[in-house]
C-alpha cells in the first residue's frame, strides 16, 4: 500500500507552546518525508524534510523525528507563532525513476493568541 | 530559483467539456511531473507521474482517456480535464522534480458549472 495517514486534523494551540502532528506509512521502500505548508489561496511549500538515513532534523523552530520501524514520522513545531496558523501536509516518497510523492490528508494548525 | 508556474490559475468550465492546463518549470530541469487534484476539504490526490523517456503512470481511479497529460520536454507539461463534471472539480497541481526535490505550481482552480 502506499497511503499516508496523518493526524491530528485540527489542532488548536497557545502563541508559544508547541506543536506536533504525526503521520505514518505503509511503503516500506520509502525514503523520503517532506513535510508541506499551504497557506488559504497559495500552493503547498517545502518546510522541511529528511531522508530514510536520518532519526532527526531540525530547522530552527521545526524538528521532524522519523522512526523507520515503526513506519512513523512526525511534525513538532516549537514556539508556535500566529504566522504559523496553516494547512500542513505530510507526505512519503520512494525513489524508483523519480520521487512519487504520496500526501497525508493534512493538519489544519490553529494558533491561537 | 527553480519555479514552477501553473495557468491559468482559475478556470471555469461547463459540464461535459473540457479545459487544458500547463505547467512550467523555470530555474531547473524537471525530470519528471506529478498532477494532482485536491478535491474539496481533501488532501492531494495523485493523478499520474510523468517521466521524460518512461511512459506515464496514471493511478488508481484516474485514466489517459480522461486525464490526458503531454510531457514534450524538461520544463513543460499539460494536462487536459475531458468531459469535466462537477466531481472534478478542485485545485489541480503540478509537482516538477529537480535534483533531489519536488517543487509544486499554485494551482489551477476548477470550478465546473
Known amino acids: 500500500g502506499e497511503q499516508v495517514e496523518q493526524l491530528p486534523s485540527i489542532l488548536r494551540v497557545q502563541e508559544g507552546s508547541s506543536a506536533s502532528i504525526n503521520c505514518s506509512y505503509e511503503?516500506?521502500?520509502?525514503?523520503?518525508f517532506p513535510w508541506y505548508k499551504q497557506e488559504p489561496g497559495e500552493n503547498p511549500k517545502l518546510i522541511i524534510d529528511?531522508?530514510?538515513?536520518?532519526e532527526r532534523k531540525q530547522i530552527q523552530e521545526l524538528i521532524v523525528l522519523l522512526d523507520k520501524k515503526a513506519k512513523r514520522f512526525s511534525l513538532h513545531i516549537t514556539d508556535t507563532q500566529p504566522g504559523d496558523s496553516a494547512m500542513y501536509f505530510c507526505?512519503?516518497?520512494?525513489?524508483?525513476?523519480?520521487?512519487?510523492?504520496?500526501f497525508g490528508k493534512g493538519t489544519h494548525l490553529h494558533v491561537l493568541p | 530559483g527553480a519555479l514552477v508556474y501553473q495557468y491559468p490559475r482559475r478556470t471555469i468550465c461547463k459540464s461535459g467539456t473540457s479545459m487544458r492546463m500547463e505547467c512550467q518549470a523555470v530555474?531547473?530541469?524537471?525530470?519528471?511531473v506529478a498532477w494532482y487534484r485536491q478535491s474539496p476539504q481533501k488532501t492531494f490526490e495523485l493523478i499520474a507521474l510523468?517521466?521524460?523517456?518512461?511512459?506515464?503512470?496514471?493511478e488508481q481511479n484516474f485514466t489517459q482517456e480522461k486525464f490526458p497529460i503531454s510531457h514534450p520536454n524538461l520544463s513543460f507539461s499539460s494536462m487536459t480535464v475531458l468531459n469535466a463534471y462537477l466531481e472534478d472539480r478542485g485545485l489541480y497541481l503540478c509537482?516538477?522534480?529537480?535534483?533531489?526535490?519536488?517543487?509544486f505550481g499554485k494551482g489551477t482552480r476548477l470550478t465546473v458549472v
Open positions: 507526505a512519503a516518497s520512494a525513489y524508483t525513476n523519480a520521487y512519487k510523492v504520496i
Open positions: 510523468s517521466t521524460v523517456n518512461s511512459a506515464i503512470k496514471y
Open positions: 530555474g531547473f530541469q524537471a525530470t519528471s
Open positions: 509537482g516538477a522534480q529537480g535534483d533531489t526535490e519536488v517543487f
Open positions: 511503503d516500506s521502500a520509502s525514503n523520503y
Open positions: 529528511i531522508r530514510s538515513n536520518m
